[in-house]
């Protein structure tokens, strides 16, 4: 099976892709569309729920419904009613939403729910990593941590399959991060540089710029590159494995779905791309497929 665009109205900002394994559904937010939207690839059903500020990421619930990462905080969306609640807000001191927004995040296999932010205009390296989870003590139920910063925006953060690396880019920087990650208190340490790509430089070709990502089952990194027109499949070394071309300037993030977990889904922007780009046959701001090889790692659920 080929690369294919799906049957979809393109995203201005298209990121975090999730399939969801019970409702055999594909999950994904569009940033600057303000929605969240949901597709069943086997009746075709498009679903969209319109937020009030520019969702970042999301991930399912376990009973249901799906955690999103807003502007402000990180809330609950009832998917079959549409109702939208806070469960908690992001500490103001630290999180001034006229210059930050959460971003690229996903679950553990805990079940915390982890969101990095994005800092416009990027005058300096004050996006950050936080992590909700349940918390039975606190008077809302839940806990927000400030995990880690010295970022402009928060990209690419996924899980080894061992559960014992965290992997976090720095989209402007061109880097990808790692740190030792322990599952059971869910603490990051020993934070390193693991990939670090080749910047733009008029006049000379350019690969892009390392935006979201998804673990395979052997713990390979899949990255969509930004404004580098591919997907790249990492070893845990980080090594290139393979350059997966795609018809989009600008693909966004992947996530693996389909039964047997073999389609990679792709996003993509379309905003404040050139005409000819929203204009092309495959449009900016598609959502697309491919079959690979390797399964990847399903999505984890956020525990309230």
Not at 41 to 68: D, F, K, N
Not at 153 to 163: E, H, I, M, Q, V
Request: proline share 8%; net charge negative; with cysteine.
């Amino acid at each position: 099976m080929t690369l294919q665009a799906l049957p979809l109205p393109p995203s201005e900002l298209g990121e975090s892709p999730f399939w969801h394994p019970t409702e055999k559904s594909l999950y994904w937010c569009d940033i600057q569309g303000h929605a969240v939207h949901a597709w069943h690839p086997a009746s075709g059903q498009h679903r969209q729920w319109p937020m009030p500020s520019e969702p970042g990421c999301c991930a399912p619930i376990t009973g249901g419904g799906l955690v999103i990462g807003l502007r402000d905080g990180f809330y609950h969306l009832d998917t079959t009613t549409g109702a939208l609640a806070c469960l908690a807000p992001l500490p103001a001191d630290l999180h001034d939403t006229a210059v930050l927004r959460l971003n690229d995040g996903r679950c553990d296999t805990a079940g915390r729910f982890w969101a990095g932010s994005v800092i416009t205009p990027r005058t300096a390296p004050h996006a950050a990593l936080w992590c909700l989870e349940a918390d039975p003590a606190s008077a809302t139920g839940y806990t927000v941590r400030h995990k880690a910063g010295d970022n402009f925006t928060a990209n690419g953060l996924a899980f080894s399959p061992d559960n014992r690396t965290m992997y976090w880019a720095n989209t402007p920087e061109h880097r990808i991060d790692l740190f030792d990650f322990d599952v059971a208190t869910g603490e990051i340490t020993n934070r390193r540089s693991w990939v670090q790509f080749d910047r733009k430089v008029e006049g000379q070709p350019y690969g892009g710029r390392p935006d979201g990502a998804a673990v395979d089952v052997e713990g390979n990194y899949w990255v969509a590159m930004f404004e580098g027109a591919c997907v790249l499949q990492l070893s845990p070394a980080g090594e290139v494995l393979q350059r997966i071309a795609v018809p989009v300037q600008c693909p966004t993030m992947v996530c693996f779905g389909g039964e047997d977990l073999r389609t990679l889904f792709i996003t993509s922007a379309r905003a404040g791309r050139p005409v000819e780009e929203r204009e092309a046959e495959v449009t900016a701001g598609s959502l697309l497929s491919l079959q690979v090889a390797l399964a990847g790692l399903p999505v984890n659920f956020f525990k309230v």
